[in-house]
């Protein structure tokens, strides 16, 4: 029998094959070499940059899972960073617990506090939910402020925890007899990171769970009729997109701001960030696990790249008494909101669908389809 | 004053319940419709000197067209596109006349230039300020006003029919377009209503006037979201509660921390909806299969 053209899905196995052709195999060789040798070449600021976007692309993988996958809004995506970020400041930091400790209790604490939140998205739908994980955010605020034995309170709180696994100090990496700088080995350890939640999010909804979130997003009721149970699968799609979101919040603690407050992660600064988080997921495509990775990408790196070059920038201020006309932070902000609207306007599936078409329109060339 | 305070946001809650009654979207931008209102009239009246009243009433006409001309660029794409895009689209719009607003007047506290100011009428025992005299006043006027208009009003009948059944009033004639632009210029006025009673009397102007409007969403919620009724009603018990807990918290609830009160609305917004999902007053959303 002849091989059949690998991107055409002819039975089961071909649809749950996680490397679907040779091209996809050779390009995650690629990835992998440029995944090892990037930190060798680029600069600590670029590093920092792409930190910051691993981070993102954590959290971001976790939210798709959730709205993209499961179709449930959630505006609370910051509360769940904060829960991640908080307890690695107490458990890691107070405690002094190890990474292979405080990074799975981040990540289970995260997941039982999304699983005491997911019953509520049984009752309510859309709008009312939105509105409800909004409030969230307001309540965490008040948890986290008034908490001051574990969070500090307003003032913050430093998070120190150890980033090593065993004899491995990724703050301080020392391989083979040469020594890296904190930026190149946090990088190794954030992408692995990112590597392994996109494993995990490929898996969940390239199997059984991912089709039943696919189901309840598409028609609930329809879902439910065929026999997919819907607490089991909101409740797990909670959870899971939760923990993601606390090792996010933890790593963001304990690897690149090593310092939280109540305020970053409550109230109007908590809704931006929660905005952002969305802003990831529908700029890299709702509904694909490395849409989110690249809505990172572009959510992650393009603040830092302004606040950078804001001084070439004429209408910038990077700071009190420049002369630009808008602040950096405010300019972001209204980049943000543009993005999200031409996105959704123009093309609602993200920078995935580019991608795909682009794909689709080399494929067929010179046919127009 | 807090029962005050949320009649107050209750301009806003009107707004949201405007919109969302004609088009079915939740509008997050009304806080910065809210914002935009309030300082054009700062604009109108201090800045170029022209009397209050008129100030106001430039202002709201300003915001009600600037409604027309979002719905119209960009709203009216969005017919038909899931819950989630429009509620994003909107938190978009909220940043971006946020940014510009903060852009032209700045984050300093502006006085507001109201000929009300820190005047108080004495009832009885009870000082009251002329600001919320105004405010409760403008509040019951706004509310009688809106009562009239969707009862006895032809625009005001079409946008009842076209949010029971779009394609039934279409049917009959009624233009869908008229009814969505319409919805968006109304709650952009009373947006600039409610900014301008926010921010008058002792309060300043300041960026954080959108603010207010975030907290009118456990208000509207509670009532259920195509109520205007209902959000009058969720406003006074938030108010209250509100009240309460700040008055015996601190003695038979400590451990919950100072300044619960600020939460409360959240909490009991959250209890009320797991017992009733389309909060107090809303309409069962009915579902086909």
Partial sequence: MARHNPEMVIDYGDDLKLFRSRLTQVAMIVVLLVFLLLPLQVDDFWLGVLNYVAIFAIGGIGLNLLTGFTGQVSLGHAFFVAVGAFSTAYLGGELDWPMWLWLPAAAILGAVIGAIVGPIALRLSGNYLAIVTLGLLFLGEHIFSNWKSVTGGGRGTRVDAPLAIGPIDFADLELFGSSYSRQQGLFWLLWIVVAITALIAKNIVRSRPGRAMQAIRDRDIAAEVVGVSLLRYKLGAFAVSSAMAAVAGAFYGAAVQQFVSPAEFGGQLGLILSIQFIAVIIIGGLGTVYGAILGAIVVGALPRIIQEFSGSLPFLSSGPGDDGILEVSSFNNMLFGLLIIVFLLAEPLGLAALWMRLKAYFKFWPFSY | ?289
């Fill in chain 2, 1 to 289: 004053m807090t029962e005050f305070l949320q009649l107050v946001v209750n301009g806003t809650a009107l707004g949201f319940v405007i919109i969302f009654k004609a088009t079915g979207v939740i509008n997050f931008a009304q806080g910065g419709f809210v914002m935009l209102g309030a300082y054009l009239t700062y604009q109108f009246g201090t800045t170029w000197g022209l009397p209050f009243a008129v100030a106001v009433l430039l202002a709201m006409v300003a915001t009600a067209l600037s409604g027309l001309v979002v719905e119209r660029l960009i709203l009216r794409r969005m017919v038909g596109r899931p819950p989630f895009a429009l509620i994003m689209i909107t938190i978009g719009m909220l940043f971006i006349i946020q940014e510009i607003v903060t852009l032209i007047w700045g984050f300093d506290a502006l006085n507001l230039g109201d000929p009300w100011g820190l005047e108080t009428v004495q009832v009885g025992e009870i000082i009251i300020r002329v600001s919320d005299l105004w405010t409760v006043g403008l509040a019951l006027v706004a509310l009688g006003v809106f009562f009239a208009f969707f009862r006895f009003t032809s625009l005001g009948l079409a946008m009842r029919a076209t949010a029971l059944d779009q394609e039934a009033a279409l049917a009959q004639g009624m233009s869908a377009k008229r009814v969505f632009a319409s919805s968006w210029a109304i709650a952009g006025a009373v947006a600039a209503l409610a900014g301008v009673t926010i921010a008058a009397g002792p309060a300043n102007l300041t960026p954080g006037v959108q603010f207010l409007a975030l907290l009118a969403f456990p208000a509207i919620i509670l009532g259920g979201l195509d109520s205007p009724g209902g959000a009058i009603v969720g406003g006074v018990i938030i108010g209250i509660t509100q009240t309460l807990t700040a008055g015996y918290q601190g003695d038979y609830a400590a451990f919950l921390g100072p300044n619960f009160q600020t939460v409360m609305p959240f909490v009991i917004m959250v209890l009320i909806l797991l017992v009733r999902p389309y909060g107090l007053f809303g309409t069962k959303e009915v579902k086909r299969i």
